[in-house]
């Protein structure tokens, strides 16, 4: 028996979430269970629970991104969150960022068979993406690193007033009180913990929510960010 015969069946919340898109969800979870595995993308203890525990508990993240902005999923990975969110949000404008080659061959393959036009993959680290990336307007994150850690890549790649969204577990709180001097550095101005998925995803999806001010990244990244626009400035003049 291979990975993806352990597959089940979509479930009936599947439905309502991806909608006209659950059979590139359904195609989606397939590649997770056979080509996902074989690479060392997610393990083979997962495939049994791919739905809820991977796909649902993503593509729920959707309730509270706003409409039509642009979006970077760092880390992504197998395309967690970054894919689910793309299927059931075909307004945003979605980047994968993930620093290793075989994660990004597989991501590449995935958006070109589902046909997510509205996605692209980068490969590249997050700290290393200033000036490359245009800034987005939410950033987001799923198992990447702890918070402190993980807002230290993820902040500086956001616009002015955009939001970091990163899917975490029980210890959410306890990481965002652990993280509040490093996210005050870094130009955070906002911060709090959300649940979703209610009606959905037992148990909810949980998600901390941050939110910069006028400097993402804050002092530390200010110098560069200037430096990363005037370099910008002068390639389109060419």
């Given amino acids: 028996m291979t990975e993806a015969a352990e597959l089940p069946q979509a479930p009936e919340a599947a439905q309502a979430v991806f909608g006209d898109f659950l059979p590139e969800a359904v195609r989606y979870a397939e590649l997770l ?15 049994p629970r791919l739905w809820e525990r991977h796909l649902l508990n993503c593509a729920v993240l959707s309730e509270v991104v706003p409409e039509g902005v642009t979006v970077c999923d760092v880390g992504s990975g197998a395309g967690l969150p970054g894919i689910p969110l793309a299927l059931v949000r075909p307004d945003l404008k979605i980047t994968l ?28 680290r997050a700290e290393e993406m200033m000036g490359t990336l245009p800034p987005v307007h939410v950033v ?88 990363a626009a005037r370099v910008s400035r002068s390639r389109r003049r060419r």
């Fill in 97 to 124: 960022l993930e620093p290793l080659l075989r994660r990004t061959n597989f991501l590449q393959e995935v958006v070109e068979l589902l046909g997510l036009d509205h996605v692209t993959v980068v490969r590249g």
């Fill in 140 to 227: 987001t994150a799923r198992a990447v690193a702890p918070l402190d850690r993980l807002a230290g890549w993820g902040v500086p790649l956001l616009r002015p007033y955009g939001e970091m969204l990163a899917l975490k577990g029980d210890t959410a709180e306890e990481e965002l009180r652990g993280a509040r001097a490093a996210l005050s550095k870094l130009g955070v101005v906002e911060t709090s913990v959300l649940q979703v998925g209610e009606g959905l995803v037992d148990p909810l999806s949980t998600v901390v929510r941050v939110e910069v001010g006028e400097s993402p990244g804050g002092v530390r990244f200010a110098a560069k960010r200037a430096k």
């Fill in 33 to 47: 269970a056979d080509a996902g595995v074989k690479r060392g993308l997610i393990g083979p203890r997962e495939v």
